[in-house]
């Protein structure tokens, strides 16, 4: 104590010093995030990396990144780095890593090692967008990526090298349902010169109807966007769905300044909100290179971004994008509510950048700008649906009373210029009328949302937990930006599409393991929903989460309750309401109360199937028919669906009746099939084939070369399942359809001018072919439409054809005898539940079939040797792959 009081000035000058310096962390560290700064580097605790490749790309030629490039965007989950972080935060490049790449061209190959540059300049989230670049062999045939112990081969793709203009790149879009700026959008940019690619992951079905229309009419391209995933790997080492930055908007992008850095003169990127009205000049190549001409280096040009209210129809019938032109108002922005990340856009030219993020700040320093002062982007802030769409609602509505008796014409911000001329907005009008009655969409129009779903919620949502955030300066509150913040449920009677891809599991690789997603498509059965984050409970109890089958995420215990409730009804009426209480302990307390609880969460009893309507269930449930077994039929009969649905992805749906080649079958144009054709639903039903393989645990048990020949006869047997099936259904005597809705015809000239029909290799080719076709419908076709072979059938012969030991070289699946058994079974079972009369004799016609599956495998194999429509010398790399040599 004689211390204390000696030294007690000293003493308390320490704590007070030691007290303001804490204070004065925790200050900094609330109002700017930036504690990790003064603090030493903290190594992430896990250091399991995973990266995710979005885009590669290979150019032969390339004026920026020199012939035989390459070009790989990728996410990863590195940890940032504390070396120049202010810096990188202020667009400096990092070079934080190193990726070895392995090239083969079939006659030599190369390894070569790059750094890969960090895109993303800040670590609000889990995942960062990184960028590399090489230059590889010519005519790479194969690009792997090393590991220190294995590779990954991974996909490539040939950027476009046919000329356009101006490009403009959309940020992805989710649960779209905005048509009116799209309307508009696609209009604007087509009249002044510009083509648009579009990511895409959900929007509601019509408006993706109308996007097709487009797309088949060369306005823009629809381009898929799945998201980042890594199956199989836990949550706590990588999780995309909460760790990536706006639907990894930096790496959309960045792939498509790649894709289009050979071929476009400029690239823009915008939101879909954002319209770019060219006042400079007449067009936009015209008025870009006006505004660049004066600069030393051109790279990119920077363009102010200002609000306009407008006025649209609320139904697509009244649609008038003249109108919509005419009620532009310009509308002062408070800078307190105002968003950051629509503050200025950017065009550049593709030639000088290599990946960019969403904002200019990640530009390489250096670089020659200009910030355009002539002109800015029309962002439509807010659009005012209304009914009766006309003149009248517009000077009703027109939010700038000064100038509404001016005859409705659009003013540039404040001023009394014109912000487009009365002559532009005639002809985006005109264009519109145009496609209008060239590609007769009225009742695509017809279809479009009359109201807001999802639009406004998500908005108000993202400004709440985001921008608001940043413009407070509140940093260090601020978590990885993007829709997974926002939740909103999914709406019956208003149907989406969402975008899905093939993925497979992983093998696990130091110091990266690299995931990838192939053959992109558009379903219908996810909706416009987010993908369900893992630790979202049960919207009825709070239970663990088994999916979202009758609407809401819901554990199986509710699910399972819900479907018996609802079919066998009766239930009798609480007058207490207990199941405001329910919860994982109180659930069965009260089962009307509880049926209540799963209404009143959005469980929809329109989604239950009534499976027992013709009395009880013989044969057992779907998933039941293989007890024990590593086979579901409920999930392969899903599978089966899914797959056939992108079959009709790949149709062409603009066929026109009485041209050659086209004819009409049971209301429906199918055309005469092409080597492409051929090659195409080969290469579908081999990665098919793959697809179903895999869910057998059997399969994933032999090495690469058994699986080949596996694959070499059951894809080719699972092709022709599927046309016969097809065939059986749909067609007319002597046709044989293929999966994309062409067509083989019995008679090789069917379909052929009569010019064309010259010479005598066509005779000697007719005959192949008439015999060919001809064994094809007889022997499969003809017992498919006998015996009325239906789906769940189709799926018991893939499988039994996929099990039996009769492949080329005697491969045989571990444990098959047993699962041939209970398929058996399961099979007569079904075909006495079938034809009780007559069980035992379908049973056994159906069995033959296999023979004859077998025996028309054989034949195909035949016809590539003697078709010039079949020669696999012609097809894809890796429908040859799966060919026997």
Known sequence: MRIFWRYQTTLFCFAL?????????????????????????????????????????????SESLGDNSFALVMSINVAKSQKDYMAIQGGKIMDDAELTIYADNGTSRKIVRTNYIRITPHDYCQMITVFATTQLLPNVEKIELLSDDGSTEIPFSLPSYQKVDVVICFSPLYVFEQWQNLLLSIHMYKTFGAFMNIYLISSISSIFVLMQKYESAGYLKIQPWYRVNFPYIPSYVVDPFVGIEFENEAAAFTDCLLQYKESASYVAFFEIEDVLIPRIAPTYI?????????????????????????????????????????????????????????????????????????????????????????????????????????????????????????????????????????????????????????????????????RHHYSVSISKCLMNNYYKKLNSRQFAQISCPGPQACKFKKIYGVNCIHVNATQTRRKKLSPITFHFATDPFFTSDIGCTMSVPRHTPCAVCGGTPNGSRYGPVTCLGCIVFFRRAIQKGKLQHCEKQCWREIGLDTRSCCRSCRLQKCLSAGMNPNAIQNRDKLGPRQPRRLDEILDNIDTDFDGLLQLQRKQRELHQRYSNSNKKENVSGVVKIKHRLYRRAKPYDIDLVLKLSF????????????????????????????????????????????????????????????????????????????????????????DLLGAIKQPFSILKIDKLECVILKILLLLTPSFPGRVKLEDSEKMISKCMSNLMSYSFKKCPDNGMVRFGEVI??????????????????????FDVSKFDSFVKNCFLS
């Open 848 to 869: 033959l079939l296999i023979r004859s599956i077998r025996s028309a495998v054989k034949v195909f194999y035949n016809q590539t040797k003697l078709s010039v429509n």
């Open 17 to 61: 010093i030691f007290t303001f310096y804490i204070g004065l962390y925790q200050a900094v560290n609330l109002l700017f995030g930036i504690a990790h700064i003064i603090l030493p580097y903290q190594p992430p605790k896990n250091n399991e990396l995973k990266a995710f490749i979005t885009s590669s790309y290979f150019y032969p030629k």
């Open 687 to 774: 990665r098919n084939a793959i697809d179903w393989a895999k869910q057998f645990n059997s399969f994933w048990n032999l090495n690469d070369v058994e699986k080949k020949l596996v694959m070499s006869e059951f894809g080719i047997a699972f092709l022709l399942i599927d046309q016969a099936y097809k065939t059986s259904c749909k067609s007319e005597k002597g046709f044989w359809l293929l999966q994309n809705d062409s067509f083989l015809h019995s008679d090789y000239f069917f379909g052929i001018p009569v010019e064309d029909v010259q010479n005598e290799i066509d005779l000697l080719q007719s005959t192949y072919h008439s015999e060919f076709v001809n």
């Open 286 to 450: 015209e008025e870009f290179e006006k505004i660049i001409s004066e600069l030393r280096k051109p790279v990119y040009l920077i363009y102010k971004e200002d609000s306009y209210e407008v006025v649209g129809a609320r139904k697509g019938s009244e649609y008038s994008a003249k109108l919509m032109l005419r009620s532009l108002s310009f509308k002062r922005e408070d800078k307190k509510i105002r968003g950051v990340q629509s503050y200025e856009k950017v065009v550049v030219n593709p030639r000088y950048m290599n990946f960019t993020w969403i904002q200019p700040t990640s530009f390489k320093p250096g670089n020659n700008y200009f910030k355009v002062t002539q002109n800015s982007i029309t962002h439509l802030k807010n659009i005012r649906w209304v009914s009766n769409f006309q003149i009248s609602t517009i000077k009703n509505f027109h939010f700038q009373t000064d100038y509404s008796s001016r005859k409705s014409v659009p003013f540039y911000k404040n001023t009394t210029e014109l912000l487009i001329s009365t002559e532009n907005s005639n002809k985006v009008e005109a264009d519109f009328r145009r496609m209008f009655m060239d590609y007769e969409f009225e009742n695509t129009l017809l279809d479009l949302p009359e």
